[in-house]
């Protein structure tokens, strides 16, 4: 299974994947070098691709001469384990008070969001009428 | 009514931390109550209004230390003036109230105090509040520092940092554990947007990108840090604690204004809702206090509000916020005492050993040596039958000293002996010990009743006529006068009245004993006195020169 979150994944591994997702979970080691922010050199980028493999991350298929690689997992599925990893490190820990934070705490239920929701929606409704 | 104001005002301003503590309440209740008068103003009128608030909290406790206390004396009649009420012989009497009263550490006797024992609490509570910020400052750095960069969304924030007039770059990054954007950092400030957002709508992104580029402007995550620290040092107060939630939100709500700007208000609104849903999705439910919820509420009903006042606070604002804190910091040395009259303001003494004013303690040192010169030792009160003039006497001081040098080994006896009766005749001791008859006793064997110096109340020597046109000196830096060693271990208590000069610098000239006390606190009261500071006296508009009379309180707590 893979082992997105449960070993620590460097900066660059993370970004690497982050590529990977956004090429559509299916890209060439020249492809994914291609979409880093202030790329490495290209022999770097496959000893980090090397790595995540060992690390259970990625696997590869070869295309030809080229080997097209592809994580492990969805990313979905590894952003939720991520959230849900961190999400105690925010809202549980002290850190949400050392940032600033767009929409901070969450101990709201479905019903007082549904609440806030259809408020909007009748707002929205009335604006329309009026305009 | 009055006086349980009195008593209050007296109690909470009687030491240095009531006064702050005071202050404090004052100040966070001015700054609730202000930005709940300003609820249908801008955010930002309420943020700048507490913010300031928050800038006092932190500058009290510095002006109480540094700044030399003004000290304002209240009692029921008399009103504040009464700190120079001119007695019957027209020679005025200035009590420092609460002089001495255990506040020169030297005064404390061994063991816990209860103020030691509130400055440990309080620093273990600051300690407690602190850890947290400190490692949420870690954990910060931490994420920005595995943060993703996104080229992407950094090429729209500069372009809306530019548009929001943001000198300096601003970093986006992305990273898998942010739930929401956040924005951290102050120098070097940062964006964190949760990975997903490289599939959010463009007017997401720009929504959430305007809020977070606004908290950068703003400064908010500073003054948000700040603040946290002022609640540590404030940690068990909680209009404070209220004011750092109310001045987060008004944050928050700053930056919702500056959204709707260039946004649709439902929009954004639903917006906030659906991320505030994904939260919810993810934590286990009563992570927070429920007093939270409410600021979502507050936020979504504020940004469909088509009546709330928007934009930023205006330069009159934040002039007025700053004055406004000015003011307080200025009124700050202000320490609220009793009057002299003020016999409420006394401080229960907890020594079982309550002596009059009046009484005088004779020591006298006494070896034991038996009957082959030996020391003699291990005796106690008991042992020992002091008499003066042939009346036994209750032995109150008794203290036995180990032999550490050659001549060690000796007791000291102490009795009180009533004031009323020091006519400067001779009094003889005799010192026996009953349990050794034969050891040879050494002590002084008499001494003089010591008599006052001048009859009591004295006459005054300079009088001085408290007449309308005569403004009396006011008291400006006090030193509280040391115990001594002796008096401390005898737990001996009064009061010194001392006759003092006062030049027309306001400085003590000269100070000499009206109602002494012995046992070396004369001296340290005289020595404390000399250095204490007034504003002189006025005689018609001019500064003069006066004698009063200064009453100095030794009191142990």
């Not at chain 2, 008068?37 to 209004?49: D, F, K, S, Y």
């Not at chain 2, 005064?107 to 440990?120: I, T």
């Not at chain 2, 032995?395 to 009766?421: D, T, V």
Request: aromatic share 6%.
């Amino acid at each position: 299974m893979p082992k997105l979150t449960s070993e620590r994944l460097t900066r660059r591994e993370r970004e690497i994947l982050n590529a990977l997702f956004a090429l559509g979970n299916r890209a060439s080691a020249e492809e994914i070098r291609a979409r880093l922010a202030d790329p490495p050199g290209d022999s770097s980028v496959r000893v980090m691709l090397a790595r995540l493999e060992k690390k259970g991350c990625l696997k590869h298929q070869q295309d030809g001469l080229r080997y097209i690689y592809s994580a492990t997992t969805t990313r979905a599925a590894a952003s939720r384990k991520a959230l849900q990893q961190y999400l105690q490190t925010f809202f549980g820990g002290s850190l949400k008070q050392m940032m600033t934070a767009l929409v901070a705490d969450a101990p709201w239920t479905d019903e007082e969001l549904d609440a806030l929701k259809s408020e909007i929606d009748r707002v929205r409704k009335e604006r329309k009428k009026q305009s | 009514m009055m006086p349980l104001l009195r008593a209050a005002l007296l109690a909470a301003g009687g030491s240095l931390a009531g006064s702050i503590v005071t202050k404090a309440t004052v100040t966070a209740a001015l700054g609730l109550a202000g930005a709940w008068l300003a609820r249908r103003n801008r955010a930002a009128v309420r943020h700048a209004l507490l913010a300031a608030v928050f800038a006092v909290l932190l500058a009290l406790p510095a002006a109480g230390v540094f700044a030399p206390p003004v000290r304002v004396a209240i009692a029921g009649a008399q009103g504040p003036a009464a700190s120079f009420a001119a007695d019957g012989a027209g020679v005025a009497i200035l009590t420092p109230a609460g002089a001495g009263a255990g506040e020169a550490p030297a005064s404390r006797p061994a063991g816990l105090s209860w103020s030691s024992l509130l400055l440990a609490a309080w620093i273990a509570g600051m300690a407690l509040c602190l850890v947290p910020a400190a490692a949420g400052l870690w954990q910060v750095r931490g994420l920005r520092r595995s943060g993703l960069p996104w080229r992407e969304g950094q090429r729209i924030a500069d372009g809306l940092a530019a548009d929001a007039g943001i000198a300096g770059g601003v970093e986006v990054l992305l990273h898998e554990a942010a739930p929401g954007p956040i924005t951290s950092g102050f120098l070097h400030p940062a964006i964190l947007l949760p990975i997903d957002a490289q599939g959010w709508d463009t007017e997401d992104l720009h929504r959430a990108l305007v809020h977070e580029l606004e908290h950068v402007r703003r400064r908010d995550w500073a003054v948000q840090c700040a603040a946290r620290a002022v609640c540590a040092l404030y940690w068990f107060h909680p209009l404070v604690w209220i004011a750092w939630r109310q001045l987060t939100l008004e944050a928050e709500r700053s930056c919702d204004d500056a959204v709707l700007d260039r946004s649709e208000a439902t929009a954004y609104a639903d917006q906030l809702v659906g991320l505030a849903r994904r939260l919810a999705a993810g934590a286990k439910p009563p992570l927070l206090a429920m007093a939270n919820r409410a600021d979502l509420g507050t936020r979504v009903h504020a940004v469909l509000d088509a009546g709330q006042r928007r934009g930023p606070a205006g330069r009159l604002t934040v002039a007025l916020a700053c004055a406004g804190a000015a003011v307080l910091l200025a009124m700050s040395p202000v320490q609220v005492v009793a009057a002299p009259q003020a016999a409420g303001a006394e401080i229960a003494v907890p020594t079982d050993v309550r002596l009059r004013t009046d009484s005088m303690l004779v020591v006298e040192t006494v070896t034991v040596a038996g009957a082959n010169g030996q020391k003699v030792e291990g005796l106690t009160a008991g042992d020992f039958v002091v008499t003066e003039d042939g009346v036994p006497q209750k032995i109150s001081l008794f203290e036995f000293q180990k032999p550490e040098s050659a001549e060690g080994g000796y007791y000291i006896l102490g009795y009180y002996a009533r004031m009323g009766r020091a006519d400067g005749a001779f009094r003889s001791i005799r010192i026996t010990c009953a349990k050794e008859p034969a050891a040879k006793l050494e002590y002084r064997s008499g001494y003089y009743a010591r008599a006052l110096s001048f009859p009591e109340p004295a006459e005054p020597r300079q009088t001085v006529t408290a007449t309308p046109l005569m403004k009396p000196p006011v008291l400006l830096y006090k030193k509280e006068p040391a115990y001594t060693e002796k008096a401390r271990k005898a737990k001996y208590q009064g009061r010194a009245l001392l006759s003092i000069e006062i030049d027309s610098s306001g400085r003590v000239t000269n100070a000499r004993m009206v109602r002494s006390l012995g046992l070396g606190l004369d001296e340290n009261a005289i020595e404390a006195v000399r250095q204490w500071r007034f504003r002189p006296a006025m005689k018609d508009g001019q500064p003069v020169a006066v004698t009063v009379r200064v009453e100095v309180n030794f009191r142990l707590m």
